[in-house]
C-alpha cells in the first residue's frame, strides 16, 4: 500500500504560480508512475499529467501544457507540481495518484492522496 498526501494548494491570483507536493510513504514510489489529477465542483475528475516511473516520459492535457510541468524525487519519494501562469479555470481540489499504468483515465490508477485545494481569483 502506498499513501500519498498533497499540500500545497491555497488562494493565488491569476498569473501567479503554486508548487504542489505530493508526499509518498508505505513504499517507495520508485517502481510507480505517479500523476496528477484535478476536479473542480461540479464536473468530473480530469487529467492533468503524469510521469513514468523513472521519469523519462511526461504527459500533459492540453489546457495545461506549457505551463504545469511534472516532477518527482523519488530519494524523497514525493512527486511535484509546479503550475505557472494559473487562470481561474484551473480552480480544483487537486488530486495525486500512483500507479502501474500511464491512462488519463482514473481507472488507470491505483493509489490517490485526498487533495489540497487550488483556487485562482481573476
Known amino acids: 500500500q502506498v499513501q500519498l498526501v498533497e499540500s500545497g494548494g491555497g488562494l493565488v491570483q491569476a498569473g501567479g504560480s503554486l508548487r504542489l507536493s505530493c508526499a509518498a510513504s508505505g513504499r517507495t514510489i520508485s517502481r510507480y508512475n505517479m500523476a496528477w489529477f484535478r476536479q473542480a465542483p461540479g464536473k468530473e475528475r480530469e487529467f492533468v499529467t503524469s510521469i513514468s516511473y523513472r521519469g523519462g516520459s511526461t504527459t500533459y492535457a492540453d489546457h495545461v501544457k506549457g505551463r504545469f510541468t511534472i516532477s518527482r524525487d523519488d530519494a524523497k519519494n514525493t512527486a511535484y507540481l509546479q503550475m505557472n501562469s494559473l487562470r481561474p479555470e484551473d480552480t480544483a481540489l487537486y488530486y495525486c495518484?500512483?500507479?502501474?499504468?500511464?491512462?488519463?483515465?482514473?481507472?488507470?490508477?491505483?493509489?490517490w492522496g485526498q487533495g489540497t485545494q487550488v483556487t485562482v481569483s481573476s
Open positions: 495518484a500512483a500507479g502501474y499504468g500511464l491512462g488519463r483515465t482514473t481507472i488507470s490508477w491505483d493509489y
